[in-house]
């Protein structure tokens, strides 16, 4: 693979970092690196293979050198710049999830359908956390048996609410509480050290969340098929790192745990750890900072005929946001739908 001309918008935040990481790690092969960031951020400074790199203040026209921009900074930031980076002739991942509803920007977990990175026009959009492990650990499941419908809850991690803040919030509210002293929440409706909150997002007129809304748009979006019934509820919980859900699956026919264990040990990106006997399942600190989507207590639905139950974990920041983002651009690579030399604007 070429070298590329790398820029990450949003560098100083949680994804941000996260990206930093992975790229080293995987030895991604970055010709050049543009830090970029907001105003405040201005003149923070990064390691990146041991050279010293300064965050710029992102603009219109930070983009004349970048041949893929990985955009980490929220919804604001990325109607706001994203249009000068296409205009530039860069290959936009967005992780903001402004184009969910946009059919023309493909939404791609590399696992299941890598092909859609063919057809981008500059944008290709990163799903949100919860459809991520939530398909890549569901269509090999589905690949052999179609699935009817799922039916999920997600317990999601205050690091996965779209801003560092939240961590400064749980730490200080967890505090205050065993201080024996009255919490006021900022960030979330209520307390959130010590409880648990079914409001992901804001509330949408039917009584679902934006959250739950977005995991049925963008796992129907991923799997290609508006069939699939889902309902989603999604609770935020006092965890730091790392996205648990509960789900629930029905298939067109019956399968069995042992089938299910069987499909999932050799599919890409998952690994079981499923072992009642010794209280042995997925966690999510356990698996903040592991690349995979661990599942475990895959069990037959005793009330209805074709259905499993399991328990899905992933860390939110490596699978469910940067590492996803990182693997779309690596795949386009070596596939030739994202060109190491810059588009032509
Ligand atoms: N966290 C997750 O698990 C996760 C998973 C999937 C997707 N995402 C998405 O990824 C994005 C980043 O999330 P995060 O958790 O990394 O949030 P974060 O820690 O708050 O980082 C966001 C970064 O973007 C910067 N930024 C915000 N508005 C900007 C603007 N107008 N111009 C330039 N920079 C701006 C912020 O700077 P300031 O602090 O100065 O505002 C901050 O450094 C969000 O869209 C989020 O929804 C997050």
Redesign the pocket.
């Known amino acids: 693979m070429d070298a590329v001309d790398i820029a990450i ?2 560098a ?5 970092q996260e990206l930093l990481k992975i790229l080293e790690e995987r030895r991604f092969p970055v010709a050049s690196l543009r830090l970029l ?2 105003e ?2 201005r003149s923070s400074e990064f390691f990146f293979r041991h050279q010293r790199i300064e965050v710029e203040e ?1 603009r219109s026209d930070s983009f004349r050198e970048v041949g893929v921009a990985f955009f ?6 990325s109607r ?1 710049f994203i249009p000068s980076a296409v205009q530039a002739g860069a290959v936009v991942v967005d ?3 402004v184009f969910v509803s946009d059919q023309s920007v493909p939404m791609v977990v590399p696992e299941v359908n890598a092909d859609d990175i063919a057809r981008h026009k500059g944008v290709i959009g ?1 799903p ?2 919860s459809a991520i492990q939530l398909v890549v650990a569901l269509y090999p499941l589905h690949k052999v048996n179609p699935i009817k419908r799922i039916i999920v809850s997600t317990y999601e991690s205050v ?7 939240a961590l400064k919030e749980l730490t200080a509210q967890a505090k205050r509480v065993l201080e024996g002293r009255r919490v006021c929440p900022h960030m979330y409706s209520h307390q959130i050290a010590f409880n648990v909150l079914p409001e992901v997002d804001v509330f949408l007129d039917d009584g679902h969340t934006k959250e739950e809304w977005r995991i049925v748009e963008e796992t129907r979006r991923i799997l290609q098929t508006g069939a699939i019934g889902i309902a989603a509820t999604c609770v935020r919980v006092p965890v730091y790192f790392g996205q648990s859900q509960s789900v629930n699956v029905e298939f067109d026919s019956a399968i069995g745990p042992e089938e299910a264990r069987r499909v999932l040990a050799q599919a890409p990106g998952v690994r079981i750890l499923d072992d009642p006997s010794v209280s042995f399942y997925p966690q999510p600190w356990a698996a903040s900072g592991l690349n995979h989507v661990f599942v475990g207590r895959i069990r037959r639905d005793a009330s209805r005929s074709n259905s499993l139950s399991m328990w899905i974990v992933c860390d ?2 490596r699978k ?2 940067a590492l996803n983002a990182v693997q779309i651009v690596e795949e386009g690579l070596r596939r030739d739908w994202i060109k190491s030399k810059k588009r032509r604007p």
């Open positions: 918008i949003g100083e935040g949680l994804v941000g960031d907001s405040r951020s992102v980490c900074d929220g919804a604001d930031a706001r992780d903001s999830g990163n949100g956390c690091s996965s609410s779209g801003t560092a803040v939110n920041l469910g946001a």
